[in-house]
């Protein structure tokens, strides 16, 4: 029974994620691609400078992490139920056709053909429901970690500003530092959108996933079967990883939009007239209000609200 619960709370969470992200945020997704992309660097020498692949190992890393263990459930969930009756039908010819799945049915489940089209329609449903989370999951760890690492680029090239007591360069950082508050208040802009977006999903993913570690430990510990106990302990994994991913990638981007201010601050603005220091000041002050991605009204995803869940 408890397993049915599971298997129709995922259902719902796959249902919601679909929805909001293919169907009622398209396109609002869209444009804050293409707004990333715009401030993106191009240039090989720029890629270098900032250091972008050590950004992009990041999310290769957390992605080899993710599908792992989406991997390993694919496995659990399709291959081992066959292996299962493999290995009863060569250890002594007979086969028990008692579905290795705890899922209720108001029918006879206990003859081949009905195991078998139940063993598919639950590997085409497993299948997509672990696709559907794979790649929500992958997307929303992309999107905030190229914002993350443009916050600190934008910081970065703050604290670079050349600051001579020229008045050819000083007007010419003023006219810099125009352009960076403008773009400041873009990527603050693309953070809002991106928590308007993912604040209702994140909300029903991280209730659903707190839900589903309960029941899976309760069933580990009254699992019947070896194959029911290893089937438990990875799904408790994965969906421990999963809320983990969410609260990193939610945390770094806090992190890095408030770094904001430190690069203004690391900057030589003490040599600059009382204009730039206005103005750098009007930055310092909007990045000390970090950009958060909240669960809704819940809770800001980040690593303290991680920590606090679940320890």
Not at 96 to 120: A, E, M, N, R, Y
Not at 280 to 294: D, P, V
């Amino acid at each position: 029974m408890l397993e049915n619960f599971v298997n129709i709370g995922v259902l719902s969470v796959v249902s919601i994620k679909c929805y909001l992200l293919f169907y009622k945020h398209r396109v609002d997704l869209i444009k804050i691609i293409a707004k990333l992309e715009e401030f993106f660097p191009k240039s090989g020498i720029d890629q270098k400078t900032f250091n972008i692949e050590k950004h992009r190992n990041k999310i290769k890393k957390f992605g080899s992490i993710i599908n792992g263990i989406y991997l390993s459930m694919v496995i659990d969930f399709i291959l081992i139920p066959v292996m299962y009756k493999l290995y009863g039908w060569i250890s002594s010819y007979q086969v028990d056709w008692v579905p290795v799945h705890t899922i209720l049915f108001p029918f006879d489940q206990k003859s081949p053909f009905v195991f078998w089209s139940l063993h598919f329609l639950y590997v085409w449903t497993a299948s997509a429901n672990l696709l559907t989370f794979n790649v929500t999951d992958l997307f929303f760890a992309s999107m905030t970690n190229v914002l993350s690492m443009e916050f600190k680029i934008l910081a970065q090239i703050i604290g670079d500003i050349d600051l001579n007591d020229d008045e050819k360069t000083e007007e010419s950082a003023i006219k810099e530092l125009k352009t960076f508050v403008d773009v400041h208040e873009e990527f603050n802009q693309i953070a809002l959108e991106l928590d308007n977006i993912f604040a209702f999903l994140l909300f029903v993913n991280v209730f659903a996933s707190i839900s589903f570690l309960c029941v899976y430990v309760f069933l580990f510990f009254f699992g019947i079967s070896y194959y029911l106990l290893t089937k438990y302990f990875v799904c408790f994994i994965g969906v421990f990883i999963q809320v983990y991913v969410y609260c990193y990638f939610g945390d770094r981007l806090a992190e890095s939009s408030n770094g904001v201010a430190n690069g203004v601050y690391n900057s030589a603005w003490y040599k600059a007239s009382p204009k730039y220091r206005k103005m750098a000041m009007m930055i310092m002050k909007r990045a000390q209000r970090e950009q958060k991605i909240r669960a809704w009204k819940f809770a800001d995803i980040n690593l303290n609200t991680f920590y606090w869940k679940f320890s």
